[in-house]
């Protein structure tokens, strides 16, 4: 079973900074089956990253993801007021796992 | 337009049970797998279970294998998670999910927008 951490645990930044949240697995992730999503306060989670790089539908393109193996990486090239929230990692081979989260907040 | 929405839950006293549905529309609902994933208060998201959209089989977590059954029915449009044997710490908003393809693996597109499950005495 493929366990997931997350880094940093929360991450403190300004708007129109960039931020690099990193996620880590126990094992390699066949395929780059490979998840990001976002989620405000009260709200589900969004998805934003399959297969590791790929954007979901309607997603800008101020996210970016990269990675293969072990080691991923979410990158938003420049944070707006709406992008403050917790990101969360997940594999979706079986069974599929969530890492722990990372909390982007305002700086 | 995509929609799920959630409905069933409550307060509920340890070792009772309760039955979460979730009704989808915007798509064709017996093509795809779906899930359910549960966040308890102030914590991250674990998933639950998973009903495959090609042929029924279904999949769960080991802290609930046992206790919680998923079904579903195709002529409703309609999820379902029935929970039986709960416990404290089964207390979390519960979300169903779509997968984003028909088949294999894949991640979670469309997210209801919750429903509280709270298991206390």
Known sequence: ?107 | EVQLVESGGGLVQPGGSLRLSCAASGFTFSSYGMSWVRQAPGKGLEWVSTISGSDGSTYYADSVRGRFTISKDSSKNTLYLQMNSLRAEDSAVYYCAKKLSRTGYAPLDYWGQGTLVTVSS
């Open chain 1, 1 to 107: 079973e493929i366990v997931l951490t997350q880094s940093p645990g929360t991450l403190s930044l300004s708007p129109g900074e960039r931020a690099t949240l990193s996620c880590r697995a126990s094992q390699s992730v066949s395929s780059s089956y490979l998840a990001w999503y976002q989620q405000k306060p009260g709200q589900a989670p969004r998805l934003l990253i399959n297969g590791a790089s790929s954007r979901a539908t309607g997603i800008p393109d101020r996210f970016s993801g990269s990675g293969s193996g072990t080691d991923f990486t979410l990158t938003i090239s420049r944070l707006e007021p709406e992008d403050f929230a917790v990101y969360y990692c997940q594999q979706y081979t079986s069974p599929p796992r969530f890492g722990p989260g990372t909390k982007v907040d305002i700086k």
